[in-house]
């Protein structure tokens, strides 16, 4: 149950949001709802969301694994629904997105999907635990271009995910569209 009601007041912004929301994903989504509660930090949030979208730099299954990590290790799971629905519209093969919350156990990822894995987890520690030896490794196989995307794009689902699990927001069917099934 969420922890705000998801019945805020009707705004201008508030509805173009809602248009945007069923237009782009078929419903409306339930943490710009929420949001609509302050208008601010609506349009705030919608301008860094509008914004990350057009980074482009890191393949999309990094992409995908850079986000679906906080969201797991936080427990979002409305951002893990949301995130696997991304991602199959990204054309991220299903059993990446699957193996997710069981990749310690997995071999489902390459060397470079590990070491993005592995750093998205150490910033979403608090305090986090990356280390020289962390970066220097994605460095050797990134460019610095793609380090601070990705680094932007963990920072960016770690908000995401501490907001809607604070805010008690659960997940609203997105992956069922995918077929992909929990692990």
């Known amino acids: 149950m969420t922890r705000i009601p998801l019945d805020p007041p009707r705004t ?4 173009f ?3 945007y929301s069923r237009r782009r994903y078929g419903q409306v989504l339930e943490p710009g709802r929420a949001m609509q509660h302050n208008g601010r930090v609506l349009t705030t949030t919608l301008l860094a969301e509008t914004s990350a979208l057009r980074w482009r ?3 999309p299954t990094l992409k995908a694994l850079a986000q679906m990590v906080p969201a ?3 427990g979002c799971s409305w951002c893990m629904d949301f995130g696997a629905f991304l991602s199959h519209h990204e054309g991220v093969a299903p059993e990446n997105i699957r193996q997710v919350p069981v990749s310690h156990d997995s071999d489902a990822y390459t060397d ?3 070491q993005v894995m592995a750093y998205a987890e150490a910033m979403t520690q608090t305090p986090p635990t990356v280390t020289d ?3 220097e490794g994605l460095r050797a196989r990134l460019s610095d271009e793609q380090l601070v ?3 932007a794009l963990v920072a960016l689902e770690n908000q995401r995910s501490r907001t809607n699990a604070a805010l008690g927001l659960t997940s609203q069917g997105f992956k069922a569209s995918c077929d992909l099934d929990p692990v």
Do not use: N
Not at 12 to 15: A, H, V
């Open 72 to 74: 797991a290790a936080i």
């Open 12 to 15: 201008l912004t508030g509805r």
């Open 133 to 135: 030896e962390m970066v």
């Open 149 to 151: 995307e990705l680094t």
């Open 112 to 114: 470079l999907e590990r």
């Open 57 to 59: 730099s890191l393949d």
């Open 17 to 19: 949001t809602e248009w």
